[in-house]
């Protein structure tokens, strides 16, 4: 089914009453809020981060293979699961202390994992205490995501996933299809060699090994200054056109009142005032 961009977002096909209200809480209320919801960062399936360069006490994502699967129940601490990942020369740990069973029931060794958060130590090891986490070579994954050297990666509510923000998102730009239309003028595409606005908006949500996101977002950056910038001068220009205000007449009968109940006489200064 096609829509208008403009289309209110619980009419996207997979989306009903209860997820339209969490993605409201994103500031999403129509298809366009969506296809410019911009991922924060992006997964790359064949980076060469190596757990010996992980920063301490900085954040940082790698991918990694599940070597070993602990999990532990203390009295006083509860619960405790351990992921020992590895990168093909080291290994590193993934903690969490709180979790729910969706998650040692999803991972299990051999899975690679993609893994974000603060490294510390532990035991002379590198560890991220409730890192965010994803399953790279998941099974019940699409065609189109299994292809994908880059995935996006987005800020969510606590009622939506990343993979399920994901597959609406790229539900939104097929129900599109010719709706996104340029809204910056064609000089200025010229000018600064900018994409058309279909293309950079699905550029910045699936990107290609080669695309430069960072030129792509140099686009939408302009586009916001630009649009500013025409606000501004409508503003302007409505001030300052030749309009007649209303004429308002003054009235001394209540000061004249008071200047003769006065006791005292006013100086010249105060008169002229």
């Not at 699967?69 to 993934?94: A, P, T, V, Y």
């Not at 299990?108 to 130590?121: D, F």
């Not at 900018?194 to 990107?207: D, V």
Request: with cysteine; proline share 3%; charged share 30%.
């Amino acid at each position: 089914m096609k829509h208008k961009i403009e289309t209110d977002i619980q009419f996207l096909k997979g989306i009903g009453t209860n997820r339209a209200e969490s993605l409201h809480k994103m500031g999403i209320y129509t298809i366009a809020d969506l296809v410019e919801y911009f991922p924060r960062t992006y997964i790359d399936r064949q980076s060469e981060e190596y757990i010996a360069d992980l920063p301490m006490d900085g954040y940082a994502a790698i991918s990694g293979k599940v070597v070993k699967i602990e999990e532990k129940r203390h009295r006083q601490k509860g619960q405790q699961l351990n992921l020992h990942l590895s990168d093909g020369d080291d290994i590193f740990i993934c903690t969490w202390f709180r979790y729910g069973a969706w998650l040692t029931a999803a991972i299990k060794e051999g899975a690679v994992v993609w893994v974000s958060g603060k490294v510390t130590g532990f035991k002379k090891m590198k560890q991220m205490i409730h890192p965010e986490i994803e399953i790279l070579n998941s099974a019940g994954e699409d065609d189109f995501w299994k292809t994908r050297r880059r995935l996006p990666v987005y800020t969510v509510s606590d009622k939506l996933t990343v993979k399920v923000l994901r597959k609406l998102t790229l539900r939104a730009f097929e129900a599109l299809e010719l709706a996104i239309r340029e809204i910056l003028p064609e000089n200025i595409c010229a000018k600064y060699k900018f994409q058309n606005r279909y293309k950079a908006l699905y550029s910045m949500h699936f990107p290609e090994p080669e695309t430069n996101i960072e030129t792509i977002r140099k686009r939408f950056v302009y586009e916001e200054l630009f649009f500013h910038q025409l606000m501004l001068a409508r503003v302007k220009h409505a001030r300052t056109e030749n309009r007649h205000g209303i004429a308002m007449k003054l009235h001394k009968t209540f000061t004249t009142t008071l200047k003769l109940a006065l006791p005292f006489e006013l100086t010249s200064a105060q008169k002229r005032a």
